[in-house]
């Protein structure tokens, strides 16, 4: 089959301007999510750290602080997760056939080879397999801030190849959470969750377009979910796929859908509180008596290893076997070395490899040593990819 790389990967009439406008916002909150995890290290170690942690183990009601932000306000991060995958898959790029083969084929060898690469480093400890999943992540936020200092030396395709490749990447973590990360379950809260939603799609097919009686019952929805032994946050998941949604939404004089209004409505309060407050609680570390030696044992390495090395094999190898295949072209007007510099910056799995990390192993002592692991991966993964996205250029490697 013949591929005609100018119209395979290229932006859909009408879907410029949108894109353009959810990537200036990406990397606002990339550059915000960037400063607060910068300051929860500092504060961690100042001499404000014992307060900065003793806040976080807190407990307001049931939950403490961190468990609050992790739990609860992360649903609604979710939430707009689920949100932004539906509209992708139904009125967006990944709506064609055609465009979903390439970011699927990358996220998905991107998530196998670091989970790969971990547990070669992380050898046989039985512990230490069950954070098999930390490195799969990309952190789509703090990817696209980082590329956006590079301004129009990156083509916009190349742009959305990166958001498509997160977007399916973010379901994929979806999936892994629900399944590998769930303790004993609840048989009458998922029934419970299970009647909640059975409602809010009903009341999607009878065609109710008004947000209210889908947010009140998300609350119930999350409530459910906590007590089901499922973790919280795919409430959040759940309640996406059953806000309204068509395909002509957002097209020129088509209607503003409320999965739209939702998501529009949520994504300021995601980008510039929710996830920088994620980063702030959850990246500080105590370096105090920590030295080289902690920072290459099996579970930090590994992950840095998944991040920085596996993530940007599996998608460079990824795309490079759906061009060679003819299943996809090129993303249109860049070289193959904007791809590989597109392939590291995925190794950023900054956000959803904490949140992993923290599913995985609840041990602080653990979670500090994921906690070095995510930043070495992530840092070295964002200096290398700007620094090779920004020595190439169009001309380039084609």
């Given amino acids: 089959m013949q591929i005609d790389p100018h119209q395979v990967n290229t932006i859909p009439p009408g879907y410029a301007s949108n894109l353009r406008l959810f990537l200036r916002s990406e990397a606002a909150g990339g550059v915000l999510l960037m400063a607060a995890a910068a300051l929860a290290m500092v504060v961690a170690n100042s001499p404000a750290g014992p307060a900065y942690f003793a806040v976080l183990n807190a407990y307001v009601g049931p939950l403490s602080v961190l468990h609050w932000i992790n739990d609860a306000l992360m649903a609604v991060f979710f939430l707009l997760v689920g949100l932004e995958i539906k509209r992708e898959f139904v009125s967006g790029h990944l709506s064609r056939w055609s465009d979903r083969g390439l970011p699927i084929i990358a996220a998905a060898a991107g998530m196998a080879v670091p989970a790969g690469v971990y547990l070669a480093v992380v050898g046989a400890d039985p512990v230490l397999m069950r954070g098999w999943a930390i490195p799969s992540a990309t952190d789509i936020a703090f990817a696209i801030g980082v590329i956006a200092l590079l301004g129009k030396r990156v083509p916009l395709s190349l742009k959305l190849f990166l958001t ?3 977007i399916v990447d973010d379901m994929g973590a979806v ?3 629900a399944v590998a990360y769930t303790a004993g379950l609840s048989g009458a ?6 009647v909640l939603l059975g409602i809010m799609f009903a009341l999607n097919r009878i065609g109710v377009r008004r947000l209210w009686p889908y947010i009140i019952l998300a609350l119930g929805l999350w409530v459910a979910v906590f007590l089901s032994g499922v973790h919280a946050t795919i409430a959040g998941v759940l309640t996406a796929l059953v806000i309204p949604i068509h395909g002509a939404a957002m097209e020129p004089g088509g209607e503003i859908t409320p999965l739209h209004r939702l998501e529009h409505a949520l994504h300021p309060y995601v980008a510039f509180l929710i996830v920088p407050l ?6 500080g570390v105590s370096f105090s008596g920590l030295g080289f030696a902690q920072a290459v044992t099996p579970l930090p390495l590994g992950i840095a290893a998944g991040l920085f090395l596996g993530k940007q094999v599996g998608i460079f190898a990824g795309v490079g076997a759906a061009v060679a295949c003819g299943i996809a072209a090129r993303p249109a007007g860049a070289t193959w070395a ?3 510099g597109t392939a590291l910056l995925c190794g950023v799995g900054f956000t959803m490899s904490l949140f992993i990390g923290g599913l995985a192993f609840p041990n602080p002592e653990l979670m500090d040593e994921v906690k070095i692991g995510v930043l070495m ?4 993964s ?3 990819g700007y620094l090779l996205l920004r020595w190439s250029t169009s001309g380039e490697s084609k």
Avoid at 189 to 194: D, E
Avoid at 278 to 283: I, L, P, V
Avoid at 377 to 380: A, D, E, H, T, V
């Fill in 382 to 384: 964002a200096v290398v």
């Fill in 164 to 166: 498509t490749v997160a």
């Fill in 189 to 194: 809260a998922l029934a419970a969750a299970a």
């Fill in 338 to 340: 904007q791809v590989y």
């Fill in 377 to 380: 991966g992530s840092l070295l």
């Fill in 175 to 177: 999936i892994i959470i």
């Fill in 278 to 283: 994620f980063g702030f609680a959850n990246a």
